[in-house]
């Protein structure tokens, strides 16, 4: 998601046509590390810190018990035991976003960095409203998935929450995630401001090793 970003800032546009005109990094998981384990059913564990709510709750188990959800070295890392189907919620408080007046739609924009062998299925939600559901693959990596909502639903923030799950023993690794937005096409983006996005995404364009999971 990081290169999509900054490919962005580069004048690559996210629609087909249009030149991007801005982003926002909501969770680039470089930050705030965390780690829970869970490992009785239906108890929720959670996590909170300045960046985000980490929780866990296992709705199926057999042994032994091994779901984890861990935040560490930019990304986030779930795993499951063998028989474990789990429920892992994030949640993020955001602020209002300068959109603008002009964009009537934002697109969000993360990366699957690895899944194993079982399909899992991620629904973002904002202030309890569903805004986007899909099915990630078994033995999916180093995707980009991109969704587009409108502009005026984040304008005044609100509460963030991704909700995953999938099939008994997933595993499930991501990158950041973040949103861009495009010039209407009858507009042309300034190049300063262009060459200033593209300096102030620079330093998100490290190279990383990516996760490797056995299915």
């Not at 070295?73 to 795993?79: E, H, P, Q, S, V």
């Not at 194993?116 to 939600?125: A, E, K, M, V």
């Not at 060459?195 to 490797?212: D, I």
Request: proline share 4%; glycine share 8%.
């Amino acid at each position: 998601m990081k290169n999509a970003l900054i490919a962005c800032a580069l004048s690559a546009s996210l629609y087909a046509g249009h030149a991007c005109a801005g982003t926002f990094v909501i969770d680039d998981f470089n930050s705030g590390d965390q780690s829970i384990t869970t490992s009785t059913k239906n108890v929720t564990v959670s996590d909170t810190n300045a960046i985000r709510t980490l929780s866990s709750t296992l709705t199926t188990t057999l042994p032994p018990v091994q779901s984890s959800a861990t935040v560490s070295n930019g990304y986030l890392d779930i795993t499951n035991g063998v028989g474990e189907t789990s429920v892992v919620d994030l949640t993020w408080s955001l602020a209002a976003l300068s959109i603008p007046t002009d964009i009537s739609q934002v697109s969000f924009v993360f990366t699957v960095i690895a899944s194993d062998g079982n399909p899992t299925s991620l629904t973002f939600t904002l202030d309890g409203v569903a805004i986007y559901t899909t099915t990630i693959p078994a033995n999916t990596s180093d995707a980009d998935v991109t969704f587009t909502v409108a502009s005026s639903l984040l304008s005044s923030g609100g509460t963030l929450e991704l909700s995953i799950t999938g099939q008994a023993g997933w595993d499930l690794a991501l990158d950041s995630i973040g949103i861009s937005w495009s010039e209407p096409s009858n507009s042309t983006p300034e190049p300063t401001s262009v060459a200033l996005l593209g300096l102030g995404l620079a330093g998100l364009g490290a190279t990383r090793g990516r996760k490797r999971t056995t299915p």
